[in-house]
């Protein structure tokens, strides 16, 4: 049984009467009964709070002639020099018609980066460290890409997608394609699920290692701070590596749904 962090703690004692109650209604049993909502979902609630929260503030400061530095941050996000933000990816892979797709692949990118970030802040959790939120995500995208090929091309015009070009090794090829489809569940589920797991795991060791070198030399006064450089250096790497893992990961979540959802809604399918 999971020990609830302080977020958890307030979101249950908030909400945690009515998700108690729905769970009993599904007759499903919480992990810990005191706690009906765990930690991860806590978490993701936070970052939704966070979210709705900073974008209405940028929403209300936003300025065409005078744009602030948080203002150019989140459009360096959308688009860029070097061609990788969202809005580029898009226009790279579906250049007619991409922008329709923005805000539902740029909302699952940007909550997967804020998820994969929040732990940066002592004492929380990356909720994607949790297998069932990539597997959330994952399923998102699964429906959303195949809801897109249903509305472009009709039933019978998404399901020839599964055919294969050659009409007579269509037996062949539709449970291959299936296949093919379903395992891009696991492919972005485990992905994502892994590699946070392992980063945040290594950025909570090195960040206390830190900590506790911190601790150690301060009781040699400035000559022990000074001496301690190099060690404090080793842990800041890994830390920096969590970083670097957190919006790389990001990266491939955003990257991935455009690549499915350009092979479902272009003209040649």
């Given at each position: 049984m ?46 939704l ?18 744009p ?39 909302t ?8 994969n ?8 959790d990356?909720?994607t ?16 890409y ?65 900590l ?58």
């Amino acid at each position: 049984m999971e020990k609830p962090i302080w977020v958890t703690v307030i979101v249950n004692r908030l909400l945690g009467k009515p998700a108690g109650a729905l769970l009993a209604a599904l007759h499903i049993t919480p992990a810990n009964p005191a706690y009906p909502i765990p930690n991860h979902v806590s978490m993701e609630i936070l970052v939704l709070v966070i979210a709705v929260i900073f974008f209405l503030w940028l929403k209300a400061t936003m300025s065409v002639d005078r744009p602030g530095a948080v203002q150019q941050v989140m459009e360096m996000i959308l688009t860029n020099p070097m061609g990788v933000g969202i809005k580029d990816l898009i226009k790279d892979n579906i250049p007619h018609g991409g922008d329709q797709y923005l805000p539902m692949i740029g909302t699952i990118g940007i909550f997967i980066l804020l998820c994969n970030l929040i732990n940066i802040i002592p004492t929380l959790d990356a909720p994607t460290a949790t297998v069932t939120v990539p597997l959330g995500c994952a399923i998102i995208v699964f429906v959303y890409y195949n809801l897109v090929g249903l509305m472009k091309h009709g039933p019978l015009g998404h399901a020839k997608h599964f055919l294969g070009p050659i009409l007579p090794m269509a037996p062949l090829m539709f449970p291959i394609e299936v296949f093919s489809h379903l395992f891009r569940l696991l492919s972005l589920t485990v992905r994502l699920w892994v590699n946070m797991l392992v980063s945040e795991m290594l950025y909570v060791i090195f960040l206390g290692m830190m900590l506790e070198i911190y601790i150690f030399v301060g009781k040699f006064g400035a000559v022990g701070y000074a001496s301690a450089i190099l060690p404090l250096g080793i842990p800041l790497i890994f830390i920096l590596l969590h970083f670097f893992v957190a919006i790389l990961q990001a990266f491939v979540f955003t990257i991935l749904p455009i690549i499915y959802v350009a092979g479902v809604a272009g003209d040649e399918h």
